[in-house]
């Protein structure tokens, strides 16, 4: 690639938002170009001001803002791979569904999922993780194809312990920066 790889880092409601700006900061180090897409929730999770300061880049979180209108497809063209992080329950089912109703839907559905990937690293309380919803919604995404960063065991925010904590951000920038330089 001549250019710098293009990552679409889209963040959603968990309270584990803090380590997806830790991946996002270190990303960045590394020479990647981040775009972040961010859901209203997220917003009240981190600050629109720290991603566009980690990344320099203004974050997409509204799909009716003046002067960008058309970014749900336009940063879905530019970007190499696309990774929801952290995926909350919600975005998982919603995606599943096909939605497009805010930024992160609509980009997903503008991806060209046969040529491109599209990844998630779920966050979720281990009974939403576990919930048939959940499970149903993650097997319909593996077989369009798009790839799921399982989360670990461990203890909660919540202060229950069990699968559904987001992998750590280390892991998260190791599996992005092996990604990009495949061919
Ligand atoms: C303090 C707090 C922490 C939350 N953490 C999570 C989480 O880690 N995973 C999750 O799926 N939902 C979590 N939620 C619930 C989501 O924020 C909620 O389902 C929301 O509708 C998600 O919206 P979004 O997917 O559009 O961002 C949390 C809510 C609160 C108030």
């Given amino acids: 690639m001549s250019r710098s790889p293009n990552v679409l880092f889209l963040l959603t409601g968990s309270i584990a938002c803090f380590k997806a700006c830790?991946?996002?900061?270190r990303l960045v180090q590394a020479g990647v170009t981040v775009q972040t897409v961010a859901?209203?929730?997220?917003?009240?999770?981190v600050g629109a001001a720290t991603l566009e300061g980690l990344t320099g880049r203004p974050v997409f979180s509204e799909l009716w803002?003046?002067?960008?209108?058309?970014?749900?497809?336009?940063l879905a063209r530019a970007a190499d791979l696309a990774l929801v992080c952290p995926?909350?329950?919600?975005?998982?089912?919603?995606?599943?569904?096909?939605?497009?109703?805010?930024?992160v839907g609509a980009l997903f559905l503008a991806w060209e999922l046969d040529r491109?990937?599209?990844?998630?690293?779920?966050?979720?309380?281990?009974?939403m993780w576990q919930h048939p919803a959940t499970t149903a919604a993650l097997t319909r995404l593996r077989g369009w194809g798009v790839q799921v960063?399982?989360?670990?065991?461990?203890?909660?925010?919540c202060g229950?312990?069990?699968?559904?904590?987001?992998?750590?951000?280390e892991q998260i920038v190791a599996q992005v920066l092996a990604a990009l330089a495949s061919p």
């Fill in 22 to 25: 830790a991946a996002i900061s």
């Fill in 39 to 45: 859901t209203p929730n997220a917003l009240r999770f």
């Fill in 65 to 74: 803002q003046p002067g960008r209108a058309l970014d749900h497809i336009e």
């Fill in 87 to 103: 995926a909350t329950a919600n975005t998982v089912n919603r995606l599943a569904a096909g939605l497009a109703d805010d930024p």
């Fill in 116 to 127: 491109k990937p599209w990844w998630i690293a779920p966050a979720m309380n281990h009974r």
């Fill in 149 to 157: 960063l399982d989360p670990i065991d461990g203890p909660h925010a």
């Fill in 160 to 169: 229950e312990n069990g699968a559904g904590r987001l992998i750590e951000p």
